[in-house]
């Protein structure tokens, strides 16, 4: 006789997603604490290990499907986003992310990244950013800071570096973050949020490189200066910061200016309040380029978050509309169709 009751959902734990590799990366990476958080949160996800996928492109973030307990594809240098593209398209019931590099992901990988933030394809982007290539050995990446001296760069590097959450935006991203290695409940936070979002999310990572760039965030991790040096991005709050909350950032047209809420002369009413679902761009791009500048915090949050029809869903529905319309084609219609010729 058939049992028709229904087995009891088993609730899912970090061990879970673990797989039995072991994790080669340097002592001390901080690529250990992004796996920590991300196998951490994915059991609140609500999506079953059999529907998640993770792809990566070459570098040492790429080895990240290697240790989930999950499908995963390691594909090559600089094209996880167009494989990620691929995969969801062709089978978009299943939870897609991606783990990149600063190299991987702004060099090499750049055209495929910025053609999936404006296609708004369904998937979910760590790029691990260590402003260092760490792989092969420590030459400087497309993040590194100008003047950054390496081994292919010892006098200096001449670039300017990019700004991968202004490029994000730029690119019409639909949400847009960041978080650091070393702040693991908000990276958990961030991660839950980007689940969460129907079409392209992407997450920058502060990573250290304690081998080859030690040291390039800790201004922002650092519990003595972290206070001073950072500013969290919250829905519908005031810009503050600072270690007594007594500092702020208001706009001045499109300029932004950091005030002391202490002066008598500014209140927490002059602040801008951040709005991560506005439509327009503008204010979360102006955001971004603090951390360009000189004297001013670091944004750590969402940047943007809105809702827009995604590429993947827009396929499907063309897709059953024309084969309701048409019917279902045959392949060797399409192969033997107009375009075809002869040649004798």
């Not at 299943?94 to 190299?103: E, H």
């Not at 961030?190 to 129907?198: C, D, L, P, V, Y």
């Not at 600072?242 to 499109?254: S, Y």
């Amino acid at each position: 006789m058939a049992n028709n009751i229904d087995a009891p959902e088993v609730k899912l734990k970090a061990k879970d997603f673990a797989s039995d590799q072991d994790v080669r990366w340097c002592p001390g990476c901080g690529d250990y604490s992004i796996l920590a958080q991300v196998q951490r949160s994915f059991p609140d996800i609500g999506v079953k290990k059999e529907d998640i996928v993770w792809v990566s492109g070459i570098g040492c973030s790429s080895r990240f499907p290697y240790y989930m307990n999950t499908y995963g594809f390691h594909s090559i240098h600089g094209r996880a986003a167009a494989i990620a593209t691929g995969l969801k398209v062709s089978r978009p019931d299943l939870s897609v992310w991606v783990a990149t590099g600063d190299g991987d992901n702004m060099s090499i990988g750049g055209n495929h990244f910025i053609h999936a933030c404006r296609k708004n394809i369904d998937f979910k982007m760590l790029m691990f950013n260590n402003k260092i290539y760490g792989l092969t050995k420590g030459q400087y990446s497309p993040t590194s800071e100008k003047g950054k001296v390496t081994k292919s760069t010892p006098f200096g590097s001449v670039d300017y570096p990019f700004n991968p959450i202004s490029l994000a935006l730029g690119a019409g991203a639909t949400f847009v973050a960041r978080s650091m290695d070393r702040d693991p409940k908000h990276m958990q936070e961030m991660i839950k949020k980007a689940a969460e979002h129907k079409g392209i999310a992407f997450i920058e990572i502060f990573q250290n490189c304690n081998i080859f760039n030690d040291g390039a965030f800790e201004l922002f991790t650092d519990k003595e200066t972290k206070e001073d040096n950072v500013v969290y991005l919250v829905h519908d709050q005031p810009m503050v910061f600072g270690k007594e909350k007594n500092k702020g950032i208001k706009l001045d047209g499109f300029n932004p200016v950091v005030v002391d809420l202490n002066d008598g002369k500014h209140s927490i009413n002059d602040l801008l309040v951040h709005k991560e679902d506005d439509e327009s761009p503008t204010r979360s791009f102006i955001l971004s380029h603090l951390t360009d500048s000189d004297g001013f915090p670091k944004p750590v949050g969402i940047f943007r978050r809105i809702l827009k029809p995604t590429y993947d869903e827009g396929v499907q529905n063309q897709l059953e509309y024309i084969t309701e319309k048409k019917g279902k084609g045959k392949l060797v219609d399409l192969l033997k169709g107009k375009n075809t010729w002869e040649v004798n």
